[in-house]
């Protein structure tokens, strides 16, 4: 089998980390498939420089010292960081650099037989590079945010098409996806739609009985939103839609699990239009607790919206976990949502931005328990067959046995 040398931005840097362990998950499922894996990760306060996640090799590269000042990655992601610490944007030649020469020495030490890039822009540019001076094969992901979130004109759009050009396979992890890199000229040859793998974390009972008793109303339904506090999850309105659902159900409880830079202001805005005491605020809960907040729910709301900017939700993860707990789905027609959630089978889909919509799709699921549940059976049977851990590892070895083959 091949020794595939993965390179991220977006890796835990320690057990139980708020960083989303997509790419872990891959790498570890990939390693107990028997390939031999190794990360290459940029370093962060606190984390270690190298260790081993389960048989996955982890090197994590600084990139600025002191090394407090490595803020450009990690607390909600480089553009997340780009918004909310301008100054980071000054970070990006030195990592790139460290990132080129680190990928570089551990590829020739670990003798790499492919080269996978997690994102375009930077990952995918340096691993370009690298692949073209040792000649190795080069699959490079795009999750999203790369195309959605960065600019498509200029230099950044110069760069990503280089990338997908150059690129011996290109992953995408939904439709909205595919269709954005083709917009930028990758040949459809080379495009695979392989989802991101989701943490399938089975609920605890007891943790799924103590979050009912302790915080949910017995005579009330539950909501139940995981993701980031900001304003592109939608979270404004799903405070709206409760001031609505407030009439039809007085004792319903929303369960928010995350957090992020916008929650200041969306507790402000909950006392504002009254429906404070219906909100519970998780806060960040442990990555092996989020499938219990979810079960614990009735109904689990993905309310994301696009941005000004064109940020859209290229897969919407949270929908996978959400299907794989038999847990009904509402969310919104944005990005790869539509991907997982067909209206009316495996869940209930609204208009996004609009909290009244919301509301009523919300309120019918409530309404109807016998379908809501025929939905979640769907939609749980589907996530199992298609996004499922398994799934995605069988997908990516298969892909990559068919390049490093060639």
Known sequence: MARILMVTSVFPR???????????????????????????APHGPGARFSETVGAVRVIRFPYMFPLGMQ????????????????????????????????????????????????????????????????RL??????????????????????????????????????????????ALGCNSEKIHRIPAMPTAAPPRDETVERIRCEVISEAGPALAFVGRIIEDKGV????EAVKFLVNDFPDIRCLLVGDGQDRPRYEQKAIRVGVDQHLHWAGWVPPNEVSAWMAAADVIVVPSRESPGGWTEAQGLVVVEAMLTGTPV???????????????????????GDARVLSETIA????????????ARTARGRAETTFSPEAVAAATAALVAEVSAK
């Open 330 to 352: 509402v969310a919104t027609r944005v990005g790869g949502i539509p991907d997982m959630i067909e209206e009316g089978v495996t869940g209930r889909l609204a208009d996004p």
């Open 364 to 375: 019918s699921v409530l309404r109807d328990p016998k379908t809501a549940l025929a939905l």
């Open 71 to 134: 803020k450009l990655c990690y607390d909600g992601g480089m553009l997340v960081n780009f918004r909310t610490r301008p100054w980071t944007h000054t970070l990006l030649p030195l990592f790139v650099v460290a990132q080129i020469i680190t990928l570089l020495w551990v590829a020739i030490r670990r003798r790499s037989d492919v080269i996978h890039s997690h994102s375009l822009l930077p990952q995918g540019f340096s691993a370009d590079l690298v692949a073209t001076v040792l």
């Open 236 to 239: 404004g309105d799903l405070i």
């Open 137 to 182: 094969p080069h699959i490079t992901t795009s999750h999203g945010n790369d195309v959605f979130g960065l600019p498509s004109d200029r230099l950044m759009g110069r760069l990503k098409r280089r990338v997908l050009r150059r690129a011996t396979a290109v992953t995408v992890n939904s439709s909205a996806t595919e269709e954005a890199v083709l």
């Open 14 to 40: 320690w057990e139980g980390d708020a960083t989303p362990p997509f790419v872990r998950n891959l790498a570890v499922a990939l390693a107990e498939k028997g390939w031999e894996i190794t990360v290459v």
